[in-house]
């Protein structure tokens, strides 16, 4: 299975059956020098801290 190269919109497309494309520089959440939104960049964030605690916790 291929996998879509057009950005899909995380916050408008919650909730909807058809996703909302992306509108990058035209968003106040888009980072234009990462090319990513900034809510994947919190969730991407959060889920590596989230692997530091649990690997932590195990040592």
Same mark, same amino acid.
């Given at each position: %299975?291929?996998?879509? @190269?057009? =950005?899909?919109?995380? /916050?408008?497309?919650? !909730?909807?059956?058809? =996703?909302?494309?992306? $509108? @990058?520089?035209?968003?106040?959440? +888009? $980072?234009?020098?990462?090319?990513?939104?900034? %809510? +994947?960049?919190? !969730?991407? &964030?959060? %889920?590596?801290? /989230?692997?530091?605690?649990?690997? &932590?916790?195990?040592?």
């Amino acid at each position: %299975m291929a996998t879509s @190269q057009i =950005p899909v919109c995380p /916050l408008m497309s919650a !909730g909807n059956d058809i =996703p909302i494309i992306c $509108v @990058q520089e035209r968003c106040a959440w +888009y $980072v234009a020098n990462l090319k990513k939104c900034s %809510m +994947y960049i919190i !969730g991407h &964030n959060t %889920m590596l801290e /989230l692997k530091n605690k649990l690997e &932590n916790r195990s040592n």
